[in-house]
């Protein structure tokens, strides 16, 4: 059995941007922007009835929502380690790994990637016996699906597989600066403020840094809790220390102009940041 490449809703006459590590997408089409998330998957099966199944599952879950799928299939342990032994480690987002397989089982198969190392895979085994969760622990696999699997297991584990790399993912941003690039945590910032049409100055609590970057460009990048308050300014909700009818005030004690327009919407957009932070829920989209 050959191994085979398929890609699921990836329109190639639009131009396309790749950019947050190969995940995040953004197609233009007809002057239209779309954003969505691209995972690269390998699925490892001996079965081709099971890569029918989960080709079928994953053009169903690309549907309606921003994620869409690269897959490559591989019909042993054998095949994917070679896979991995010519392109190198990082090369896939999820593994959805069969156990039970001829040659090397998946259990192995997870471990000698592991050891590359590539501790960043996500890797989701499906089994027909539940027992061998224990036996899988020191690869730290994501979720067990149980066959025959059902779309709607599927469907509830792959989503939530999604969101969580696309979380872990967007919580650093990339700052272009004069002296070279420097990754930030999200969380780290405080503000983001228009210097001029194509640069932007990014807010922390230690330094400022200077990007050549449109505010659209780089709220484009930004996850959770950041709003836009004024025309130039993005502020991060977590840093909030009061609002008043025209002023936003900081708790490193900078303050910035409120828009007219923005008044109502930042009293919306924090009272869900309040609310989030006390479910616990995590991410809070703003813009």
């Known amino acids: 059995m050959e191994d085979y490449f398929s890609i699921i809703d990836i329109r190639t006459s639009c131009r396309i941007e790749i950019y947050w590590y190969n995940v995040i997408i953004r197609v233009f089409n007809k002057n239209k922007e779309e954003k969505f998330a691209l995972f690269k998957v390998a699925v490892c099966d001996d079965s081709i009835k099971e890569h029918q199944q989960l080709q079928t599952f994953f053009s169903q879950l690309s549907v309606g929502t921003s994620y869409k799928f690269e897959i490559n299939y591989f019909s042993s342990g054998e ?113 983001i403020e228009k210097i001029d049409k194509r640069h932007v100055e990014v807010i922390t609590m230690e330094r400022r840094f200077t990007t050549v970057c449109t ?15 004024y025309r130039s300014i993005i502020i991060n909700l977590e840093y909030v220390h009061k609002f008043t009818s025209d002023t936003v005030f900081m708790c ?25 932070q006390f479910n616990g829920r995590g991410q809070l989209y703003a813009f």
């Open 215 to 229: 505010l659209a460009e780089f709220a484009s990048k930004l996850n959770a809790f950041f709003y836009q308050i």
């Open 79 to 191: 095949a994917l380690l070679q896979h991995y032994k010519e392109h190198g480690r990082y090369t896939f987002h999820v593994l959805l790994l069969d156990v039970e397989m001829e040659g090397i089982d998946g259990i192995e198969t997870a471990r000698k990637i592991r050891s590359l190392p590539d501790r960043e895979v996500q890797i989701i085994y499906t089994t027909h016996y539940p027992q061998y969760m224990i036996d899988s622990f020191h690869v730290q696999p994501f979720h067990y699906m149980i066959k025959p699997v059902e779309y709607e297991q599927f469907q509830v584990i792959m989503g939530r597989l999604c969101d969580y790399i696309n979380a872990a993912i967007l919580q650093y941003v990339i700052v272009k600066t004069d002296a070279g690039e420097i990754v930030l945590r999200a969380s780290e910032i405080i503000a």
């Open 252 to 276: 490193n004690k900078e303050s910035f102009p409120l828009g007219r327009s923005y008044k109502k919407g930042i009293h919306e957009a924090y009272t869900r940041y309040r609310v989030t």
